[in-house]
């Protein structure tokens, strides 16, 4: 349990430190990142996660529905990223994003928690392997809150 929320976390965390790390942003894939990728990941990442307590049916039926949702929009995001390619390694990650959100909504709609976890560990990898690669340092002497 403490893995899973130790990863949601983390996330939230590497996407606050991407938004302060960036000097000069590249609007459109920003935009695909806050309005998107963002939120789609977190939809998904909340199928593998500990319910809520005291969480209904009706409740979390809907909590999967958006996992779906969220697995759903990875593939179609991690297609209109590609469109902003930056060489080789981005379309890796871009892919590795569309396949794990691939697997994930096969998951997210058997409501597989067990492995809609293991895949949200994968999309995490995407997630984390291109903002290491792509979002530069920042300034020496910049305090990160991390
Ligand atoms: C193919 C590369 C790539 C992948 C894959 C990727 N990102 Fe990003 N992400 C970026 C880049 C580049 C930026 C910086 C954009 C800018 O401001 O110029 C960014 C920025 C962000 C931001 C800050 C957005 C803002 O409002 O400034 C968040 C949050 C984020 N990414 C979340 C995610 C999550 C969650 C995933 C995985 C599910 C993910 N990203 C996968 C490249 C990627």
């Known amino acids: ?5 130790l990863l949601v976390a983390t996330l939230v965390l590497a996407g606050g430190a991407a938004l302060a790390q960036v000097v000069n942003h590249d609007p459109p894939v920003q935009k695909i990142m806050a309005a998107e990728v963002n939120p789609g990941a977190l939809a998904f990442w909340a199928g593998g996660n500990d319910p809520p307590e005291d969480e209904s049916k009706a409740e979390a039926k809907i909590r999967w ?3 779906v949702k969220g697995a759903h929009a990875l593939q179609t995001s991690g297609e209109e990223l590609k469109k902003y390619t930056r060489g080789a390694p981005w379309n890796a ?3 590795l994003m569309i396949a794990t959100g691939k697997e994930g909504e096969a998951a997210a709609k058997a409501k597989d928690v067990e492995k809609a976890f293991e895949i949200g560990g994968r999309v995490y ?3 984390n392997g291109c903002h290491k690669a792509y979002i530069p340092p920042p300034p020496k002497g910049t305090v990160l809150p991390l």
């Open 1 to 5: 349990m403490r893995l899973r929320l």
């Open 65 to 67: 529905a958006e996992a």
């Open 93 to 95: 990650f871009a892919d």
């Open 125 to 127: 990898d995407s997630c």
